[in-house]
């Protein structure tokens, strides 16, 4: 593996316009402050990387999401830890194409989604104090992340633990070349430092899941936590491990016409619409808790402010314990639910 | 975890059975014809493997007001499909890890492994099952109007 001193962002961005300049991919996926906003664009004119943020801290939604099915045509992209791990999960699915990916993963000290604030430089414990003063809040899923640093990507882009710049590491050192990288080192700080920041989060994380199993514990909860969901369906459509090309609740059995819903409703004498809000939800959560890269794109995006995410963290935490798996942490990998041992869960008789 | 709802003397718990086709409900068809004794609170869909059995089911099962919810297959090593019931069993560990979350006791949920030979084995399962449904009462978690 080469590991090589990037100064600042600006040097970054060099490799990003050498990888377009010289036809290494056709297309760069990256954040752009344009005139309106940064925002996530393909950039495919290297005169347009100036105006990248490639390491601008901000979340609106998990960019994985648009890379499902992959074409041929090779493209780089820069994404934070929970888009890597997501890609990665979606690899071992058949839903993406990594061999036709330049996946380029900065640790990341947290994101705010762009509704809160457009900040472009990223996150360092200074910044966050003053965001604090100026009420900017950190996403949620930012402040109990436990996986900020890239898992197994094509480039990673080492932050803590450095005095200013960062560290770039790559097994694919074909894709520096033509530039004149100084070699560096990865600090030897750093582990110890991002093991202090998972900590944190750690704990915090440990009080959310607690506050809500609290919750959960009386009769009807869940229910009551879902109680405002309109069933708009955003949360699966932003959630990057929700891949189905056909939904259960599209086809016939789970999109009930008003036969159905009379029918259901007999049973019971009275049924609340939407239907199946209850069903719908913990189908997802069967789905995706074995994947979920706890990323909170689905709670971002819902409009009812249902605080999703503690749910995911909640069900994930269990669930990918339970099979010794971390999703997305590495490329290949058995999956939990595709893989089994002969002589496991032998509580069944 | 609580569990609403006490068994009152009249009430006879719903259980749904999902029997794989060659071993767990040729199994209970022994038990029929050999004519030994099992309660009547199951009500079986035979499914063609245990690794057919969608956790879906099972919660759609709970949803329409079933009491419990028994899966049974094949012994491992003998499934049919050689491998339906690994991949049954790490799917349903994973929806009974669920159920608890869902204030549904996972006691209501039971996988079990039960041969075309074990007829006796069958009425076993189901009777114990049974008991242990009727001290646990109606489910009414996931059954509710509101869900
Ligand atoms: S969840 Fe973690 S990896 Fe994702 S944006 Fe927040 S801190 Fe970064
Ligand atoms: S369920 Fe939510 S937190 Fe988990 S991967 Fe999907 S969008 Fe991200
Ligand atoms: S985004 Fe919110 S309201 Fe929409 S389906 Fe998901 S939980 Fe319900
Ligand atoms: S055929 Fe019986 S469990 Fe697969």
């Known amino acids: ?349 | 975890m609580e569990d609403e709802g006490g068994a009152k003397e009249s009430w006879e718990p719903k259980i749904i059975g999902f029997f794989c086709n060659w071993c767990s409900y040729a199994g209970a068809d022994l038990a029929g014809t050999s004519r030994i004794q099992y309660p009547t609170t199951i009500r079986i869909i035979k499914v063609m493997c245990s690794g057919r059995v969608n956790p879906q089911f099972v919660l759609k099962a709970f949803q329409e007001g079933a009491d419990g919810v028994l899966v049974s297959g094949c012994h491992p090593g003998d499934c049919h499909y050689i491998e339906g019931n690994y991949h049954a069993r790490r799917k349903l560990t994973l929806m009974e890890d669920l159920l608890e979350f869902t204030g549904v006791d996972p006691s209501r949920f039971q996988m079990s492994w039960v041969s075309a030979s074990e007829g006796q084995k069958f009425a076993e399962v189901v009777t114990e099952f049974t008991e242990r449904i009727k001290k646990l009462g109606p489910q009414t978690k996931l059954s509710g109007g509101e869900g």
């Open chain 1, 1 to 349: 593996m080469g590991t090589y001193i990037l100064e600042n962002e600006e040097a970054l961005k060099k490799v990003l316009e050498n990888m377009l300049r010289k036809g290494m991919v056709e297309g760069v996926m990256v954040q752009t402050a344009g005139e309106s906003g940064v925002f996530t664009s393909i950039i495919t004119d290297p005169d347009f990387i100036s105006k990248t943020a490639p390491l601008a801290p901000l979340f609106s939604n998990n960019n994985a999401v648009f890379l499902q099915n992959n074409g041929t045509r090779n493209i780089a992209v820069v994404v934070k830890p929970c888009e890597a791990r997501a890609i990665n999960e979606l690899k071992k699915l058949n839903q993406i194409n990594t061999d036709k990916l330049v996946v380029i993963c900065a640790d990341c000290q947290g994101t705010i989604n762009p509704r809160d604030g457009l900040i472009t430089e990223p996150l360092t414990e200074a910044k966050k104090k003053e965001l604090e003063k100026d009420s900017i809040p950190i996403r949620k899923a930012c402040t109990v992340c436990e996986h900020f640093t890239p898992p197994e990507v094509d480039i990673s882009i080492m932050a803590i633990g450095t005095t200013g710049g960062y560290i770039l590491a790559t097994d694919r050192e074909e894709l520096l070349d033509g530039l004149e990288l100084k070699a560096g080192e990865i600090p030897s700080g750093r582990n110890a430092e991002v093991e202090k920041i998972r900590k944190e989060n750690l704990e915090k994380k440990e009080k959310m899941v607690e506050e809500l199993d609290k919750k959960l514990g009386s009769p009807d909860t869940l229910v009551e936590f879902f109680k405002d969901c309109i069933r708009c369906d955003n949360c699966r459509d932003m959630c990057p491990i929700c891949y189905c090309k056909q939904c259960y609740f599209e086809t016939p059995l789970g999109d009930l016409r008003t036969d159905e819903m009379l029918h259901q409703a007999a049973t019971k004498g009275i049924l609340r619409i939407p239907p199946d809000i209850l069903f719908y939800q913990l189908t997802r959560n069967i789905h995706v808790a074995a994947g979920c890269v706890e990323c909170g794109a689905c709670e971002e995006v819902c409009p009812r402010d249902i605080p999703l995410l503690d749910v995911w963290k909640s069900i994930t935490g269990n669930v990918q314990g339970l099979f010794e798996y971390v999703s997305g942490m590495k490329r290949d990998e058995p999956l939990p639910l595709v893989g089994f041992k002969e002589s496991e869960l032998e509580e069944v008789k």
